[in-house]
């Protein structure tokens, strides 16, 4: 798998037993802290190996850095976060490149491992699936909130706990189970990696909005205006795809169009097995996970939200 389809990372053959799965992401800041920064950013550059099915085995930094406004030991904070992180996951640092620039920008080129008959991806979704979403919306509306000054501090420490969350607990659960698909949900928002699962297909995924798992604060600033210029992005790209019901909230139609950074997993899982999965998902400590939607092969093709 390569950059022809649209799957979250490539995937390289090496023998029967054994693929490299391969991703590259960098974003550039979302908080004050240069650790926490650190450690959103790693956590967001796995999460797509993850989503594949594999296991991150090894990283490079790569970081773009202004050493006209910062000092070297912000620098220095960030690649510790970064590395704290790499260490809850396993993986081996072997090191990166670093350039000068006018923006700071972070995060990591990973190489992970996945058996190749066993690789996951994100538009093999299957009649009358089960959709579970790993963490909660609305980190870009809690971004552009905390950006703008308008945000309570109360709601910082979901918001900083969700993205520097590792999605490593979650993927491996669901290896136990018949996964259909799965991606994580980052810059597209929502509806735009749920249309990714529907590829080419003649599938409606439903979602019941009532159950989406939201960061504190999301409805709250999404209902004030305070969202970023990239949720009319993705609304204007995918919105002609998606059916919202009159009794769903403009502000909760706009969670859906948010864009995410380090956001969970959407796994699609068969009907009978979605409970257990469930279960054992939030069982192992993850508190966001809930069930957000189905898969239906009648009606039109795209996304209904209820």
């Not at 350039?99 to 996951?120: A, F, H, M, Q």
Request: charged share 25%.
């Amino acid at each position: 798998m390569g950059s022809d389809g649209k799957d979250d990372a490539g995937v390289y053959r090496v023998n029967e037993e054994l693929a490299l799965v391969q991703t590259l992401d960098f974003i550039t800041p979302v908080c004050d802290d240069p650790f926490i920064f650190g450690r959103i950013a790693a956590s967001n550059s796995l999460s797509d190996v993850y989503a594949m099915g594999g296991r991150p085995v090894t990283a490079m930094n790569i970081i773009a850095f202004p050493t006209q406004k910062f000092s070297l030991s912000i620098m220095q904070k960030i690649l510790e976060g970064g590395i704290s992180v790499m260490r809850e996951a396993g993986v081996q640092l072997l090191g990166g490149h670093s350039v000068e620039d006018n923006e700071l920008k972070y995060g990591l080129s990973v190489t992970g491992y996945v058996d190749p008959k066993r690789v996951i991806k994100n538009n093999t979704i299957k009649d009358k699936d089960i959709l579970i979403l790993t963490k909660p919306l609305g980190t870009g509306i809690i971004s552009t909130a905390l950006k703008a000054d308008f945000a309570d501090k109360s709601i910082l420490d979901e918001f900083l706990e969700s993205m520097s969350t590792l999605n490593k607990s979650a993927a491996e659960i669901m290896l136990k189970y018949n996964v259909s698909a799965c991606t994580d949900v980052t810059g597209f928002g929502l509806a735009g990696h749920l249309i990714e699962m529907i590829g080419d297909s003649d599938y409606t995924i439903t979602v019941n909005s009532a159950n989406l798992p939201l960061l504190d604060g999301a409805l709250e600033n999404a209902a004030i205006g305070l969202i970023p210029g990239g949720l009319y992005r993705n609304r204007d790209y995918i919105g002609n795809r998606c059916s919202i019901d009159e009794s769903v909230s403009r502000e909760m139609a706009d969670i859906i169009f948010d864009p995410q950074t380090s956001g969970g997993l959407i796994i699609a899982v068969p009907e009978n097995e979605a409970d257990m999965l469930l279960k054992e998902i939030i069982d192992s400590g993850n508190r966001w996970a809930r069930i957000i939607g189905r898969v239906d092969a009648a009606g039109k093709p795209g996304i209904a939200v209820r």
